[in-house]
């Protein structure tokens, strides 16, 4: 049975940081495709960042330079490193993994980002 399983959100202000992580199994991680995704409340589910099996990365434009994800494939963890956030970054982060032709998704974690 596959799992993917959010941590980390929660509330913080303007400028401040979070890591969320996203704890997988009953996949073979290692050779997966990692994404992480957000939907805020009335807007679309919209990618935020890939990570590769080979560790090669891309960001949505709103998010570069302040967001970074990882992996750990020893851990079957991936890691969102969110910096100097903003208000409208606020939403429910979900973490996705793909295998071939196989999608799977996480149950999601909310960011709230409020002074």
């Known amino acids: 049975q596959v799992q993917l399983v959010e941590s980390g959100g929660g509330l913080v202000q303007p400028g401040g940081s979070l890591r969320l992580s996203c704890a997988a199994s009953?996949?073979?991680?290692?050779?997966?495709?990692m994404v992480w995704y957000r939907q805020a409340p009335g807007k679309q589910r919209d990618v935020v960042a890939f990570?590769?099996?080979?560790?090669?990365?891309s960001y949505a434009e709103s998010v570069k330079g302040r967001f970074t994800v990882s992996r750990d494939n020893a851990k079957n963890t991936m890691y969102l490193q969110m910096d100097n956030l903003k208000p409208e970054d606020a939403a429910v982060y979900y973490c996705?993994?793909?295998?071939?032709?196989?999608?799977?998704w996480g149950q999601g974690t909310l960011v709230t980002v409020s002074s």
């Open positions: 996705n993994a793909r295998i071939r032709a196989d999608n799977y």
């Open positions: 009953g996949i073979l991680f290692s050779m997966a495709t």
């Open positions: 990570i590769f099996n080979d560790r090669s990365t």
